[in-house]
């Protein structure tokens, strides 16, 4: 099975174009003001307008408020929702849209039980543990922490570049791969070169 890759916080055009054209199959928007790869509406939606098809848009949240998603989804098309955030499970479901949810592992993670908690999620998106950060931070947590037996897809995140991806892959075996600062020139700025070297050795590990 190939795994699937995110290419996570696209900001510009040119980065969308680059994506897809060396096969990601999804791409994340970040709304989240905080982060250095945070997008308006209007910027989000002009660029998913671009996409061309079968090609994933996800909207990524961090303790957003209700309103605040209501709104980027009236105005952008979504097919995922990715929350990075302190989050219940009705929180995450109220929506009525597939979505995903991050989890900051550290040896006391204890991800069956996020699993079992969040058993509406089409999966867990698992990122390195930094006090304060809720993600992209760049960093890697030990792999061996996910359980072999946990029910759900893992998307694993946290400090991939095209020089770890192929180990990750082999070692964790995940349904999906997410980079962003992994695959960037600055924050918020993707390198085409490095985000066809990610997707090209992810997909040949698998």
């Known amino acids: 099975m190939a795994v699937r890759v995110k290419i996570c916080g696209i900001t510009r055009l040119q980065d ?6 060396a096969g990601a199959d999804a791409l994340g928007f970040v709304f989240y003001e905080k982060s250095p790869r945070h997008l308006t509406i209007a910027a989000a939606a002009a660029l998913v307008r671009e996409l061309p098809p ?11 408020e209700p309103a ?10 979504l097919d ?16 009525g849209r597939p979505y995903i949810k991050a989890v900051r592992v550290n040896r006391d993670t204890d991800l069956l039980k996020y699993a079992a908690d969040f058993d509406t999620a089409r999966g867990l998106l698992l990122d ?18 996910i359980p072999s037996n946990l029910p759900k897809p893992v998307i694993l995140s946290g400090g991939l570049t095209p020089d770890n991806v192929a180990d990750a892959v082999q070692q964790v075996r995940p349904w999906a791969v997410d980079v962003s600062s992994g695959v960037e ?16 050795k992810a997909k040949e590990a698998s």
Do not use: M, N
């Not at 995922?80 to 929506?95: I, K, M, S, V, W």
């Open 80 to 95: 995922l929702l990715q929350f990075h955030g302190d989050e219940t499970p009705a929180d995450c479901a109220r929506f």
């Open 128 to 145: 390195a543990y930094v006090p304060g950060v809720p993600g992209g931070t760049g960093e890697c947590f030990d792999w061996s922490l």
């Open 68 to 77: 605040f998603i209501e709104s980027v989804l009236q105005a952008v098309p």
């Open 16 to 21: 969308l174009h680059a994506a897809c054209k």
């Open 185 to 200: 020139v600055t924050k918020g700025i993707k390198d085409a070169q490095k985000v066809a070297q990610f997707i090209a």
């Open 54 to 64: 079968f090609v994933q848009t996800v909207g990524l949240f961090v303790d957003a």
